[in-house]
């Protein structure tokens, strides 16, 4: 409520979710007695490579039930403490809170999972071989000294990684 006095958008219409800024002020306001004390913050930064596509083949609706149906899948795979954003397009951003660098391996490799086998169960096979799953993460204090360095990091990161994307050949990778 107080975001929404404050004049910030604070939840995707499409998804539910926390948008990029609210997330970013959530970040600050919930946790900044974690961020001054040095405990890490992790950004785990996923992507979905291949939406923009089913949207031109498929239309908006079957596009926008997706993005959905991952929103609530990465929902129900964070902690209630985490804090999710859908970033941008089918990009999600999750600040895992108390979880060091040497942890979001495994965390990443369960979440990108789920969205898998999600993404396997609601599309033709033809289909998936177009949408490549990908995560990149960053933690505070070790890669950046603030929020919206973390995000910014996370997103350079990934935007790298899913420009490689695609160029292998995976299905739904």
């Given at each position: 409520?107080?975001?929404?006095?404050?004049?910030?958008?604070v939840?995707?219409?499409?998804t539910?979710?926390?948008?990029?800024?609210?997330?970013?002020?959530?970040?600050?306001?919930?946790?900044?007695?974690?961020?001054?004390?040095?405990?890490?913050?992790?950004?785990l930064?996923?992507g979905?490579k291949?939406?923009?596509?089913?949207?031109?083949?498929?239309?908006?609706?079957?596009?926008?039930?997706?993005?959905?149906?991952?929103?609530?899948?990465?929902?129900?795979?964070?902690?209630?403490?985490?804090?999710?954003?859908?970033?941008?397009?089918?990009?999600?951003?999750?600040?895992?809170?108390?979880?060091?660098?040497?942890?979001?391996?495994?965390?990443?490799?369960?979440?990108?999972?789920?969205?898998?086998?999600?993404?396997?169960?609601?599309?033709?096979?033809e289909?998936?071989?177009?949408?490549?799953?990908?995560?990149?993460?960053?933690?505070l204090?070790?890669?950046?000294?603030?929020?919206?360095?973390?995000?910014?990091?996370?997103?350079?990161?990934?935007?790298?990684?899913?420009?490689?994307?695609?160029?292998?050949?995976?299905?739904?990778?």
């Amino acid at each position: 409520r107080s975001g929404l006095r404050a004049g910030l958008n604070v939840r995707d219409r499409l998804t539910g979710l926390y948008t990029p800024e609210y997330w970013l002020h959530a970040l600050e306001l919930r946790n900044g007695r974690l961020l001054r004390q040095a405990t890490p913050v992790t950004c785990l930064m996923i992507g979905v490579k291949g939406l923009a596509e089913i949207r031109r083949e498929q239309g908006d609706p079957p596009a926008d039930e997706l993005l959905r149906q991952l929103a609530l899948q990465i929902l129900a795979d964070v902690r209630p403490s985490d804090v999710v954003c859908r970033y941008r397009g089918g990009r999600f951003a999750v600040a895992l809170l108390r979880c060091p660098a040497d942890q979001v391996q495994d965390i990443a490799a369960r979440l990108t999972g789920n969205l898998r086998n999600l993404l396997h169960g609601q599309l033709p096979v033809e289909r998936q071989s177009r949408l490549h799953v990908q995560w990149e993460a960053a933690t505070l204090p070790d890669d950046a000294l603030t929020p919206v360095q973390l995000l910014r990091v996370a997103g350079k990161s990934l935007d790298f990684k899913l420009s490689l994307a695609g160029h292998a050949g995976a299905s739904v990778s």
